[in-house]
């Protein structure tokens, strides 16, 4: 008992605490390195491989461009005309991957572009069936007496996802899932 009072009553002794690495700071570039990204940049390199030439971080390259105020013409600039087709194509129901093959743009582009230029965006795949208000009376009145929603889908042809949807809109309290286990 003497012991423990003892070792109670001793001061914490000083352990050595992990530090946090001090942050490096950028490395500054010199004059001629500054030169040498200026030309790179206003011929169209990528900052990052300029960035890795240099040895320095991305981010340092950034600021000079702000610091300089360099300005570059982008290389994937898309001319207005070919704007213009995309969105006449698209609206005329032209699919994203369709119009991007035409011009040799991915599908993401396509959409980047037409979302750039204020284009509602449709949604992808193929349309959801209409399902009327008889349907949904049908499918509710099956589901209540028993029926998956899986048998009720198919029989009216739309996805379970679309089933189960109509059905919690309609205010069916739905069954646990899983079945009888």
Known sequence: MAKLLQLANLKPSRV????????????????????AFVEGYKRGELVADLARQLGVHRTTLDMLVARLKLSRVDPNEVPAKVRGSLVAMYRAGESLAAIGEQ?????????????????????????KPAVTSEQVQQMVSRYEHGEAIAVIAASAGVSYAQARSCLMEAGVQMRPRGGAR
């Open 103 to 127: 011009y040799g743009f991915s599908a993401n582009k396509v959409q980047r572009l037409l979302v750039s230029m204020g284009e509602p965006i449709r949604p992808r795949g193929p349309k």
């Open 16 to 35: 050595a605490v992990a530090r946090r690495p001090v942050p490096r700071r950028a490395r500054r570039l010199t004059d001629a390195e500054k030169v």
